[in-house]
């Protein structure tokens, strides 16, 4: 090994860098500031964490999230790296006890507000800091999705501490974005990566709303045992998905702003510790989260921007598993969306918020390769034809021409002079012999039982599309009517033809689960519940431990001695001294076992 991967064994347990990692830390060691475009799971955290190890002094942290800080300092500790933090949650004393002894430490997380602390800049000042990282740098861009008003004024960081390299890291961010950020930070000559924001391992799919619940408890049928994240728009929705999924039996838990700090800190502790599998949350949670063996992230509600979206699916699969990604959304999602750009004052910023859900809508309701248009819209070409990870280039139907159904739709609307609801219309073309259609007379509309052979199902997912479509549109009063669009008279004259999806097949291949978990299955599920008994007893999260790559690892070489065991990526001097030799000792156990020679 070269010096710096010997150094990354030493400390991290890992055998190689990832892509872009060891430029990263090269440059950074040789003092230079740093602007790191990479994808969730690319692992950002090593660009900084190795070179605080290398470096003299304290490197500060820079991180939004109270959890986050903890999840890392708990991580770094049971390697044996010297890492404390800073934030509200700690009384007084500590506070200045970390401050006092400043030079024990190699890394300090401090959330952005610290730094409105005088006091705190200069007792920095009198230590020396190695370098700054700031995590989560898209904050500091009020172009981003996530702006926050305290990371600006880390533009101090520059002026205070000259000699000390900034490192800004962010998963997600435009071109505009990501200039915003080395001008708020003035960075100098920045050394500038952008990784490919592609992630193979993950899969996305996406559909339209029709029932959120049944389409989520189908999506999880396909997950079980597996740690997931379902994110709602509203308090509201989490609490009715929470509550109808508990009822079912899932070991599940939510958060949103409305519950107390106690509450959230608890949900957040049970999932990330795996005593519950599913978190039904809004976008308050996740930011950041230290968890990398989530297999799928599901979105009740269309998210407001690509970039938030992304941000958030990007959660699933950060140890390069294969996981999932779904998606549900309406036409009202982007009616509602377009009503709170409208109440913002700024009208740059008004427009962008505008242009950004159009293009979030455009996405969700496009039949084109999902892949190929997320990596578009980061200025990313991808290649190929069929990228075998989305439902459109999984899906293996064809367009159907639905013009004949969509204009008996649309004529029926017409008749009922655009006064009536989805539900209505559907009763109507289906012939229903309801008491309110015979007082209205609508029995005798030339629509009545016009499709009496096609189900409410699908009728109501063909009234979906044309309002997807913008071919019909549902009115904001308190009981929706449908009501015609312009573009409805071409349809009912013939001029425009109508084509949908008429049955989607959505699955992952099968091919990336194979090779994922290609290993001893059951030498697998021994070693897990092995890191279970460990992780109890530290208190900490399974894989602190080690991550399911490892363990998967260790069920395909079957390492028998110490030098084998110290090939496994994950696997540190530290790690094995703390638990090396159990794990060999099982697979020993279960190498006599399963591969003796049976007596004659």
Not at 8 to 28: C, D, P, T, W
Not at 216 to 223: G, P, Y
Not at 234 to 260: C, I, M, P, W
Not at 528 to 538: D, I, M, N
């Amino acid at each position: 090994m070269e010096w710096l991967e010997e150094q990354l064994k030493r400390y991290f347990g890992y055998n190689e860098f990832r892509e872009h990692q060891k430029e990263i830390v090269e440059a950074v060691l040789a003092r230079k500031d740093v602007l790191a475009i990479l994808p969730t799971g690319a692992g950002k955290s090593i660009c900084y964490q190795l070179p605080a190890m290398l470096m003299e002094g304290v490197a500060v942290i820079i991180s939004p999230l109270i959890s986050l800080m903890q999840d890392q300092v708990v991580s770094l500790s049971r390697n044996g790296l010297s890492a404390a933090f800073l934030n509200s949650s700690l009384p007084y004393d500590e506070i200045q006890s970390v401050l006092n002894n400043l030079k024990e430490f190699k890394l300090l997380y401090v959330a952005p507000e610290r730094f409105a602390d005088k006091n705190f800049v200069q007792r920095l000042k009198q230590s020396e800091v190695s370098l700054f990282a700031i995590d989560e740098a898209h904050c500091i861009s009020q172009w981003g999705h996530s702006f926050r008003p305290d990371y600006r004024q880390l533009s101090l960081l520059k002026k205070e501490f000259p000699a000390s390299p900034v490192v800004a890291l962010t998963a997600t961010a435009t071109s505009e974005v990501k200039n915003d950020i080395a001008t708020q930070l003035s960075m100098k000559e920045p050394f500038i990566v952008k990784a490919s924001f592609d992630r193979p391992n993950l899969t996305f799919l996406i559909q339209l709303k029709k029932d959120p619940i049944s389409q989520i408890r189908e999506f999880l049928t396909k997950h079980p045992d597996q740690p997931g994240i379902i994110y709602a728009a509203t308090r509201n929705t989490v609490d009715e998905t929470y509550t109808s999924l508990l009822q079912e039996g899932f070991k599940v838990g939510k958060y949103h702003a409305g519950l107390s700090d106690g509450e959230r800190s608890r949900a957040q502790h049970d999932f990330v510790h795996g005593e519950c599998l599913l978190m039904v949350a809004t976008v308050a949670f996740g930011m950041g989260i230290h968890k990398p063996d989530i297999r799928f992230v599901a979105h009740l509600d269309m998210p407001r921007t690509i970039e938030q979206y992304y941000q958030e699916v990007g959660r699933a699969g950060r140890d390069g598993l294969a996981s999932e990604c779904l998606m549900l959304y309406s036409p009202q999602d982007l009616k509602i969306y377009q009503m709170f750009s409208q109440k913002i004052e700024d009208e740059a910023l008004r427009q962008t918020a505008k242009d950004k859900t159009d293009k979030m809508y455009f996405l969700a309701k496009s039949t084109r390769c999902r892949r190929k248009e997320l990596l578009r819209y980061f200025g990313e070409t991808y290649a190929a034809a069929n990228c075998g990870g989305c439902d459109n280039c999984l899906d293996n139907t064809e367009l159907s021409d639905e013009t004949i159904a969509a204009q008996k739709i649309l004529s029926c609307v017409f008749r009922l002079n655009q006064r009536f609801g989805v539900k209505y219309v559907i009763d109507v073309l289906r012939g229903s012999k309801s008491k309110e259609i015979y007082e209205r007379n609508h029995d005798r509309l030339s629509t009545y039982n016009l499709m009496a052979d096609t189900s409410e199902a699908e009728l109501r997912y063909i009234i979906d599309v044309l309002i997807e479509k913008r071919l019909l549109e549902r009115s904001d009063e308190e009981y929706p009517v449908l009501r015609w669009t312009e573009l409805s008279q071409s349809v009912t004259r013939g001029a425009e033809k109508v084509m949908m999806r008429k049955k989607i097949e959505r699955s992952a291949p099968a091919r990336k689960r194979g090779e994922d978990m290609q290993c001893d299955q059951e030498l697998f599920l021994e070693l897990s519940q092995l890191r279970k008994k460990f992780a109890q007893e530290a208190q900490v999260p399974a894989f602190v431990i080690f991550g399911d790559r490892s363990l998967i690892e260790m069920s395909k070489i079957y390492p028998k001695t110490r030098e084998a065991m110290m090939q496994i990526n994950g696997v540190g001097p530290v790690k094995w001294v703390k638990y090396g030799h159990a794990f060999l000792e099982a697979i020993k156990a279960h190498c006599a076992k399963r591969f003796s020679t049976p007596q004659k």
